[in-house]
């Protein structure tokens, strides 16, 4: 498996992170949540086992966005760096773009595409998802 060590921070560089791989789950959600949460239609995401994320500089700043979610963020610049399930306690969701190097990981399927913003128009060939990525595809997007 990939042990790769991966660094990242927010925009005022005041909260650092690193992750250590493997990197699963790398997806683009389109869901409201993270519309709002980040002012952008998608964000990309990869989970990480929560024992191989650390904050290394700063402070996160938690918010419940949901009741059973908390997405992390940096309270001098607003930078969205995590997301965390009450009900996965052991996995941290990282931001991709917030990586140092964030061409790194590559996200594989859109989720949550029922959200989508109709202006954005998906055509990368990569497999959609109404909702979350244990559901069935959606007709004429690409098996997972
Ligand atoms: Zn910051
Ligand atoms: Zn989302």
């Known amino acids: 498996m990939d042990a790769t060590s991966y660094a990242g921070g927010c925009l005022c560089g005041s909260v650092r992170y690193?992750?250590?791989g493997p990197a699963t789950n790398l997806c683009f959600c389109h869901c409201r949540s993270c519309q709002r949460a980040t002012g952008a239609p998608m964000v990309p995401w990869a989970t990480f086992a929560a024992h191989?994320?650390?904050?290394?500089?700063?402070?996160?700043?938690?918010?419940?966005?949901?009741?059973?979610?908390?997405?992390?963020f940096c309270a001098a610049c607003g930078s969205s760096l995590t997301y965390r399930?009450?009900?996965?306690?052991?996995?941290?969701d990282v931001?991709?773009?917030?990586?140092d190097?964030?061409?790194?990981l590559v996200p594989e399927v859109?989720?949550?595409?029922?959200?989508?913003?109709?202006w954005l128009t998906i055509a990368d060939g990569r497999?959609?998802?109404?909702?979350?990525?244990?559901?069935?595809?959606l007709p004429g997007t690409a098996a997972p």
């Open 110 to 118: 859109h989720i949550w595409v029922q959200d989508k913003s109709p």
């Open 52 to 72: 191989s994320f650390a904050i290394v500089r700063g402070a996160l700043m938690q918010y419940r966005s949901s009741p059973r979610v908390m997405r992390g």
């Open 18 to 20: 690193q992750a250590r």
């Open 127 to 137: 497999p959609q998802f109404a909702q979350s990525r244990t559901e069935q595809a």
């Open 85 to 92: 399930r009450d009900d996965r306690s052991d996995e941290v």
């Open 101 to 104: 190097a964030p061409a790194a």
């Open 95 to 99: 931001t991709l773009s917030s990586l």
